[in-house]
């Protein structure tokens, strides 16, 4: 299965500043995702990154608050813009290869003071 | 509306007893329910599945089962050991290019 490298796996900032956060994959994949954690909750579906085409948002996430790049199928961007405490949390990407395979990078927590 | 729900917390067992984690779900639409495991500071790992056609799914000391018709998995860890004190996500997919659902997580401690 695919290995993700995710980087930084931690940060503090300060709000209304911006952070980026990278995946790399030592293998070529189609679909990458973007998941949160917030505290005490559950793993939850930002977006889908598809190489070539733009990010495909679920409810309650939008494009200028959460901008992901896919520039070839081995590397996928999130960043978490605008930031505010609210936006403390736990984010994971995720690759999918054939049917189920699913991989996730080791994260990043995200504290904002 | 949580479609996938852990309701347990948190759950401690002795060394070498069962470990039993539940979880229900709600959308009659997911065919394929996964179970990962986490430790801190590391993503999710994958542990075992189950597809909706069969009804357990049996892999060394981890076993899940599946009712179709309560909307309800559970995994079974036998024998408990300390390294599988972690946090435990159940997942759900109503399709093999869909994204995964995911529970709250329960954490489980094994204590020695």
């Known amino acids: 299965s695919a290995v993700i490298s995710q980087k930084p796996s931690r940060d503090i900032c300060q709000r209304g500043t911006s952070l980026t956060i990278q995946c790399q994959v030592d293998s070529q994949v189609t679909m990458m995702f973007w998941y949160r954690q917030q505290p005490g909750q559950s793993l939850t579906l930002i977006a889908t990154a598809n190489q070539g085409s733009e990010a495909t948002y679920e409810s309650g996430f939008v494009i200028d608050k959460f901008p992901i790049s896919r520039p070839n199928l081995t590397f996928s961007t999130l960043t978490v813009s605008n930031m505010s405490p609210e936006d403390s949390s736990i984010y994971l990407c995720?690759?999918?290869?054939?049917?189920?395979?699913?991989?996730f990078g080791s994260g990043t927590r995200l504290t904002v003071v | 509306d949580q479609q996938v729900k852990q309701n347990s917390p948190s759950l401690s067992v002795q060394e070498g007893r069962i470990s039993i984690l539940n979880c229900d779900y709600t959308n009659s639409m997911f065919d394929y329910f996964l179970w990962y495991k986490k430790y801190p500071a590391e993503g999710p790992t994958f542990l075992i599945s189950?597809?909706?056609?069969?009804d357990k799914n049996e892999d060394g000391r981890f076993t899940v089962f599946l009712n179709k018709s309560a909307k309800h998995l559970s995994l079974h860890i036998v024998p408990s050991q300390p390294g599988d004190s972690a946090v435990y996500f159940c997942a759900a997919s109503g399709g093999s290019q869909g994204n995964l659902i995911f529970g709250k997580g329960t954490k489980l401690s094994v204590k020695p």
């Open positions: 189950i597809s909706s056609i069969k």
């Open positions: 995720s690759t999918q290869e054939g049917g189920y395979g699913y991989t």
